[in-house]
């Protein structure tokens, strides 16, 4: 059974850092597209970051240089490292897994965790 279980959500403050982690359980460590999503209330899921099976990254515009994801193979966890925390990415936080093609970095969403919320308020 495939199962993505995310933890490291919280309160910060403006400018304050958070780390997400996702164990990923099965091989789809390895073979898939790993990466994470956020949701606002009343918007879409949007895609933040993503790292392919064979190490390629991509991220959003909004948190280039601000955020880092990372992979640990030997713990099948994947890491995203929030820097520079903004109030508008306050959202519930997904990891997700899917393949990669067509020029997109998650065409398919297979997997989900299930979610952590990140809140950046004063």
């Known amino acids: 059974q495939v199962q993505l279980v995310e933890s490291g959500g919280g309160l910060v403050q403006p400018g304050g850092s958070l780390r997400l982690s996702c164990a990923a359980s099965?091989?789809?460590?390895?073979?898939?597209?790993l990466g994470w999503y956020r949701q606002a209330p009343g918007h879409q899921r949007d895609v933040v970051a993503g790292?392919?099976?064979?190490?390629?990254?991509n991220y959003t515009d909004s948190v280039k240089g601000r955020f880092t994801i990372t992979k640990d193979n030997a713990k099948r966890t994947v890491y995203l490292q929030m820097n520079s925390l903004k109030p508008e990415d306050t959202a519930v936080y997904y990891c997700a897994a899917g393949k990669t093609y067509g020029g997109r970095l998650f065409a398919t969403n297979d997997y989900w965790g299930q979610g952590t919320q990140v809140t950046v308020s004063s």
């Open positions: 790292i392919t099976s064979s190490g390629n990254i």
């Open positions: 099965g091989d789809i460590f390895y073979t898939y597209t």
